[in-house]
T-cell receptor, first 114, second 114 residues
Framework: AQSVTQLDSQVPVFEEAPVELRCNYS??????LFWYVQYPNQGLQLLLK??????LVESINGFEAEFNKSQTSFHLRKPSVHISDTAEYFC????????????FGQGTELSVKP | GAGVSQSPRYKVAKRGQDVALRCDPI?????LFWYQQALGQGPEFLTY????????KSGLPSDRFFAERPEGSVSTLKIQRTQQEDSAVYLC????????????FGSGTRLTVV
């Protein structure tokens, strides 16, 4: 079975500051890794994903995440946040033999203050 | 269609009432997933279809929950004799079944049981 732990439930940060949202997972088989973002009263949107290849993956809006197999982590980072990044962020894993079933963490609420 | 469509957007049910939630996946997507997202929590897997076959229903919380996809397209999640703990957002997602290409979530149905 797989599990995901998001280590921070809330992360307050000032605009233009860097941010890291932490995600650790456990699994006995190889996994795919994802970050989703959920803006207030909206659905889940895929931010970025790691399926294979380069361990550093990037999104179009400046976020990046690095797959670290030895530390079983997939932390999300952004060097300079904007007010518009305020949202709930979910880390998720899927085992390669599970047909696409996603296991989500509890979420991290990112609050960007001016 | 262009995205995953769920209806109704909001549903208020009296305790003990039966409800039916509909999901229209992206045209041609063979895989369809249902998730339950309680307030302040990450989504939790309920069930998974590949075409009309329900391949995994391990996440359905009780025998009051039932899902079907009779023609391999539209899916319905039915909850019988609703209880207050069923209050949540029910999310549907679809994909082409190949390496998470096009894995897309709908906006969800918010069910409130009173």
């Amino acid at each position: 079975a797989q599990s995901v732990t998001q280590l921070d439930s809330q992360v307050p940060v000032f605009e233009e500051a860097p941010v890291e949202l932490r995600c650790n997972y456990s699994s006995s088989v190889s996994v795919y890794l994802f970050w989703y973002v959920q803006y207030p009263n909206q659905g889940l949107q895929l931010l970025l994903k790691y399926l294979s290849g380069s361990t550093l993956v990037e999104s179009i809006n400046g976020f990046e995440a690095e797959f670290n197999k030895s530390q079983t982590s997939f932390h999300l980072r952004k060097p300079s946040v904007h007010i518009s990044d305020t949202a709930e962020y979910f880390c998720a894993v899927s085992a390669s033999n599970q047909g696409g079933k996603l296991i989500f963490g509890q979420g991290t609420e990112l609050s960007v203050k001016p | 269609g262009a995205g995953v469509s769920q209806s109704p957007r909001y549903k208020v049910a009296k305790r003990g009432q039966d409800v039916a939630l509909r999901c229209d996946p992206i045209s041609g997507h063979v895989s369809l997933f249902w998730y339950q997202q309680a307030l302040g929590q990450g989504p939790e897997f309920l069930t998974y279809f590949q075409n009309e076959a329900q391949l995994d229903k391990s996440g359905l919380p009780s025998d009051r929950f039932f899902a079907e996809r009779p023609e391999g397209s539209v899916s319905t999640l039915k909850i019988q004799r609703t209880q207050q703990e069923d209050s949540a957002v029910y999310l549907c997602a679809s994909s082409d079944g190949v390496s998470f290409f096009g894995y897309t979530f709908g906006s969800g149905t918010r069910l409130t049981v009173v």
